[in-house]
């Protein structure tokens, strides 16, 4: 088995503010997530699923989020830690020419 699998969310790069959660997770769980050469955990502040985003740290509107090491988007209102980040919080940047 991976040592990977060990994980409940990754990052693609170190700089990512965001993590992918490989599984559907709950409200309160406890979320391993994998982050370059670091491992942290953080609870989930609302249900997430599976393959979607979770916030690392809390937002405040119009922090850039970034995943894959690029921005991706603004948050569109405050987003607390572990909680999902998806486009009802999320206003998305990529292809955007007149907001970067």
Known sequence: MSALATFDAHCVTKEDNV???IRD????ETVAVHQGSENLKITAATAVPAGH????H???QGDR???YGEVI???SN?????TH???HNLEGLRGRGDKL
């Open 78 to 82: 405050d987003i607390p830690a572990g």
């Open 73 to 75: 988007g603004v948050a």
């Open 58 to 60: 809390s937002f405040k």
């Open 53 to 56: 985003k979770i916030a690392l």
């Open 65 to 67: 989020v970034l995943k």
């Open 85 to 87: 980040v998806h486009d």
């Open 19 to 21: 993590a992918i959660v």
């Open 25 to 28: 997770v709950a409200a309160g």
